[in-house]
């Protein structure tokens, strides 16, 4: 079967640093996207990886390893705006396959 | 650039009533299209592809006689909830691809009640 495996939940309070992991089994894979989704709104794109090493974009880092099916969203210098749901999601041929999705709720 | 739309962003229905969905790319045309459903704090699921000028690819377990995709044109797909019942309530969300990319663009999203 097919599974992008995430944590539930993080929390982390402004200014911090927060990493939230990817674990992947897929049947193709052509890459590894993040999405940002806030409560009752649409995702949103972040970044995408299809080589293994890091993209950094502003505050927001992916990492990807294909070798160990894993990646990794790293957001840095948290603020309150960040809180929402985060989602990793394979391209898959055609394709994309979310997973499971990791909530951040960040605090003053 | 990339935006897409829906309309509407929220409906609510009576059971047994078909309820259409269309989504919009705005700036660019889309030969592909998708169709997502996301239930409340979980992930989003992919329903069906949608592709200009030929049949919707559904995924498995959905019931293409239930959900209707039409993508007549480069820039509209609709999506069509037939003889709505109270467990297709859902968060629909579509998304689109600019030909030659590999990102999605995702709509606002179509909130369905059904009573």
């Known amino acids: 079967g097919q599974s992008l495996e995430q944590p539930s939940e993080v929390t982390a309070v402004e200014g911090a640093i927060v990493q939230i992991n990817c674990t992947y089994q897929?049947?193709?894979?052509?890459?590894l996207s993040w999405y940002q989704q806030h409560d009752g709104g649409a995702p949103t794109f972040l970044s995408y990886?299809?080589?293994?090493g890091l993209e950094e974009t502003g505050r927001f880092s992916s990492f990807l390893s294909r070798s160990d099916s894993y990646g990794y969203l790293l957001l840095q210098e948290l603020q309150m705006k960040d809180s929402a749901s985060y989602f990793c999601?394979?391209?898959?041929?055609?394709?994309?396959?979310f997973g499971t999705g990791t909530r951040l709720q960040v605090f003053p | 650039g990339a935006v897409v739309s829906q309309h509407p962003s929220w409906v609510i229905c009576k059971s047994g009533t078909s309820v259409k969905i269309e989504c919009r790319s705005l700036?660019?045309?889309?030969?592909?299209m998708f169709w997502y459903r996301q239930f409340p704090k979980q992930s989003l699921m992919l329903m069906a592809t949608s592709n200009e000028g030929s049949k919707a690819t559904y995924e498995q377990g959905v019931e293409k006689d239930k959900f209707l995709i039409n993508h007549a044109s480069l820039t509209l797909s609709t999506l069509t909830v037939t003889s709505a019942h109270p467990e297709d309530s859902s968060f629909y969300i579509c998304?689109?691809?600019?030909?030659?990319?590999?990102?999605?663009?995702f709509g606002p999203g179509t909130r369905l009640l059904v009573l």
């Open positions: 700036d660019f045309q889309a030969t592909t």
């Open positions: 990886n299809a080589l293994d």
């Open positions: 897929t049947s193709g894979f052509y890459g």
């Open positions: 999601a394979v391209t898959d041929t055609d394709k994309l396959i």
């Open positions: 998304s689109a691809t600019v030909d030659g990319e590999e990102t999605q663009y």
